[in-house]
Every structure is written in C-alpha cells, then in structure tokens.
C-alpha cells in the first residue's frame, strides 16, 4: 500500500543554521509532492510543492529535492529563523487524496 | 486565512450526543477531505470526496458519518463517539482530475473533547 514516512521525528537547529528534512515515499505512481508546515493550534500551510518532472524547486529560502530513483524527497530551508520551528509534513498527492507523513518537529535554537 | 473554514473551531461533546462538524470553501475546488490529528500521530486520511462523491472511506468507524451536499461544503456528522476519538479534525480542499493535482488547503480544523 502506499505510504509516506519521515526518517527524522525531531531536528534541532541552531538559529542561522541550514536545516534539511528528509521524507520517503513508496508509491512510484505519485507524480507531486507536497511540504506543509504546521505550527501549533493552525492547520497545516502549505510551504512548496514538486511535480515528478523536476528534480529541484527553489522557493524563498526554501528547496525541495526529489531524487524519484530511491523515492525520497527533502526541504531545506536557509539560515533557520525561530518562526520556521513547527512541524514539518511531506505529502503525496497521487490521483485524488494526499497521503501524509509521519511529520518532522523542527526546533530553532537561539 | 487560507480560504477553508471550519466551525465550531472547539466542541467539547459527550459520550451520548450528536454533533456536526462543518467545512466551507469557496476556492472553486472540486475535492474536499477530512483528516484527524492525535496527539503526536500522523494525519489520518478519513474520507474524500471528489466532485462531490465519496471516493475513500479509510476505514473510518460507523459513528462518524460524512456528508457533501455540494462542493463548496462538507459536513462530518458525529453520534456516540468514544474518548479516543477526542483529536483535531481537519477539513482541506483541492483541485483534482487527470490533468492536474494542486495543493490542499486546510482549515484550521475543530478541537474535539470527547468526555
């Protein structure tokens, strides 16, 4: 079955620091992928997103990677701030449903 | 604001009552989804509708009761739950078909206290 998974449950980082977080997938059908950021008491909000065609988007301090060959997908976002701490989901969006993640926590250190 | 709404935001309920969850979008999306949060778990996929038909049903026990009258709207209807279903509802909406997969968008979703 399809399923989505994170290798990480928390990463800390130092304020300034680049953070990366990684995902792996299993469904080689999914054709975009998704990062959502969640922070507490919100909903998830959407971060950026990647179609099976590229192997690199880059949005405002952000990039995701997709290497389809070993089905994992990575954010990284720049220079961490405090307001990036949240937790961090990968998603899948193959056909009519999104297929998330175990999610990420991301703590920034001052 | 992301454009989905969903009302009660918090809704403390007991073991006996029956309660609805609501869900509004008005981004001209033509699927529209509930997931559940626990306390440090994935998100749960419940249901999903897409154009304004049922196409998954995850599993999801008979005491919650999902309705679409209309793509714009979603209800999630509630009738003797059980404490461990006390969680974060959460209701998203995308645009869907063959030639193109956007993001979901979700609502700030419903606190749900089962007690």
């Known amino acids: 079955g399809e399923s989505v998974g994170l290798h990480l449950p928390t990463l800390s980082v130092q304020e300034g620091d680049n953070s990366i977080i990684n995902c792996a997938y299993s469904n080689s059908a999914s054709d975009y992928f998704i990062w959502y950021k969640q922070e507490s008491g919100k909903g998830p909000q959407f971060i950026i997103d990647?179609?099976?065609?590229?192997d690199k988007r880059q949005g405002q301090r952000v990039t995701v990677l997709l290497n389809k060959t070993v089905k994992h997908l990575s954010l990284q976002i720049a220079a961490t701030q405090p307001g990036d701490s949240a937790v961090y989901f990968c998603a899948e969006n193959g056909g009519n449903k999104l297929v998330f993640g175990a999610g990420t926590i991301l703590r920034v250190k001052s | 604001e992301t454009g989905v709404t969903q009302t009660p935001r918090h809704l403390v309920m007991g073991m006996t009552n029956k309660k609805s969850l609501k869900c509004e979008q008005h981004l001209g999306h033509n699927a529209m989804y509930w997931y559940k949060q626990s306390a440090k778990k994935p998100l749960e996929l419940m249901f999903v509708?897409?154009?304004?038909?049922?196409?998954e049903n995850n599993s999801v026990p008979s005491r919650f009761s999902p309705e679409c009258p209309n793509s714009s709207h979603l209800f999630l209807h509630l009738h003797t739950l059980q404490p461990e279903d006390s969680a974060l509802y959460l209701c998203a909406s995308s645009s869907v078909g063959s030639w193109m997969n956007t993001e979901a968008f979700f609502g700030q979703g419903t606190r749900l206290t089962v007690v």
């Open positions: 990647i179609r099976s065609n590229m």
């Open positions: 509708y897409s154009l304004e038909e049922r196409v």
